[in-house]
């Protein structure tokens, strides 16, 4: 088999990874209703063909649920995020349940497995890391925005500067957090894409899990090999083809649609980091420094509201029933 033909083949698998077709005419007798029937499951009450007696079998399988090493199994999901991340997500969120172990359960498990890898490899106390940080940009672009546009910086055992470095130290809740503040920008930046138009929030809410999905198992290699580069470059890569298998836009459509929509998401947790910081100075009776922070919220809004109407304008069908362009 040559190059060639091996990569058509992956293309295939790609765009179908499952094959439904059922040949066997063999008839099953269910156990719990008491029918008789052709397939993998009774059409009478829905249980799965083959279920008899409890066997060590059974014990085996009842275990592996919980994990996830069943059928829609745990490591086949994760195996489909690194090399199809877009159509799996696409299948999932178009109705194609059994293609994908179910996506809050996936998060659920693999943030219990960071918090276990965290421990075993001494990230979460600073032991791979020389200062003890993962994410030391979060505090460097607020220290450089302070020093060159304010002037100011609060002293390091500040309120904000504490939420910054939980952050620091907490990046599963500060991807979930990041993340969750790109389903609005997708929304509208996505909303004329070839593929999945008009995509409804609550798909933009599994999509954003399956994201979440990713950058776990990202930070769970950072924290075993401390290769910096390595994993930012390969997330930026898995994140990229995600949204163009998802979307179907062109490579430039796609990357740049992207990067706007977590300008956005930024945009968006800093406006939450002003009003949290600035609520913190009211309470301690500092209105004129809270004033600044606050002063901050409707640039940031209207920054953001410019954004995204310019996404719109860009992507919008020029004509009805014009073909969406992929750039």
């Known amino acids: 088999m040559n190059v060639k033909t091996a990569y058509q083949k992956f293309r295939r698998w790609q765009l179908n990874p499952f094959d439904h077709e ?17 397939g993998n499951y009774c059409p009478y009450c829905s249980q799965k063909s083959g279920l008899g007696r409890i066997t060590w079998h059974s014990v085996w399988h009842s275990i592996a649920e919980v994990w996830g090493m069943h059928s829609r199994s745990l490591p086949f999901t994760l195996l ?46 600073g032991m791979v890391y020389s200062n003890g940080e993962k994410m030391n940009y979060v505090i460097d672009v607020f220290n450089w925005l302070n020093v060159h546009l304010r002037g100011v910086f609060p002293p390091p055992g500040d309120y904000l500067s504490r939420v910054l470095q939980w952050l620091n130290t907490h990046p599963d809740v ?8 790109l389903i609005i920008p997708v929304y509208c930046i996505f909303r004329f894409a070839p593929r999945n138009p008009r ?57 740049w649609r992207l990067v706007m929509a977590f300008v956005c998401a ?7 980091l002003n009003i949290n910081y600035g609520v913190h100075l009211v309470d301690h009776d500092r209105i004129d420094d809270a004033s600044g922070f606050f002063l901050n919220i409707p640039i940031a809004f209207a920054l953001l509201v410019i954004i995204l109407i310019a996404c719109y304008l860009i992507s919008k069908p020029k004509a009805k029933g014009a073909v969406v362009s992929s750039f």
């Open 266 to 272: 930024f945009t968006l947790l800093t406006a939450m």
């Open 174 to 181: 500060f991807s979930l957090i990041l993340l969750s503040f």
């Open 22 to 38: 059922f040949t066997s005419r063999q008839t099953n007798h269910c156990c719990n209703c008491g029918h008789d029937f052709v």
């Open 199 to 255: 995509h409804t929030l609550p798909q933009g809410f599994f999509i954003q899990v399956f994201s979440t999905a990713i950058f776990l198992m990202m930070n769970m290699l950072y924290d075993t090999t401390s290769m910096g580069w390595l994993v930012v470059g390969l997330s930026s890569v898995l994140i990229f083809f995600t949204y163009k298998q998802l979307f179907g836009y062109g490579t430039w459509g796609t990357l």
């Open 80 to 125: 489909q995020l690194f090399l199809r991340p877009g159509y799996v997500i696409s299948d999932y969120i178009n109705g194609k349940r059994q293609v994908s172990f179910p996506p809050i359960k996936m998060l659920v498990l693999l943030g219990v497995l960071g918090v276990i890898v965290d421990f075993l490899t001494g990230a979460i106390y």
